[in-house]
Nanobody
């Protein structure tokens, strides 16, 4: 059972990036999946979550449109599309799930998600 986040990299301010979360050993499609990020020296914080049926939830400070979480049913991934990136978006981005809930939890506590991907680094710099 494993989650894997991919798609990170170095981009310039204003550019876009799409991250993907995939799973081995189980299907992401049955469960809510969340994205978190952790900037250097900071706590890991929630970004977005998507339920098994596609309902999206965004953490405070993350506006849908600049960050969009979605399911790619063909590739069996949960993606995070990020637009107009700024240096403040620089962080390691993680995907997570609890493998039991179909809906997103009411809080952005990391303790609610037992299963985590290894993270993918996003660096926004000119």
């Amino acid at each position: 059972v494993q989650l894997q986040a991919s798609g990170g990299g170095l981009v310039q301010p204003g550019e876009s990036l799409r991250l993907s979360c995939s799973a081995s050993g189980f299907s992401l499609g049955y469960y809510a999946v969340a994205w978190f990020r952790q900037a250097p020296g900071m706590e890991r914080k929630g970004v977005a979550c998507i339920s098994s049926t596609g309902t999206r939830t965004y953490a405070n400070g993350f506006v849908e449109g600049r960050f969009t979480v979605s399911r790619d049913y063909a590739n069996r991934t949960v993606d995070l599309q990020m637009y107009r990136l700024t240096p403040e978006d620089t962080a390691v981005y993680y995907c997570a799930t609890d493998r039991s809930s179909r809906i997103c939890p009411p809080a952005w506590s990391t303790s609610l998600f037992p299963y985590w991907g290894q993270g993918t680094q996003v660096t926004v710099s000119s």
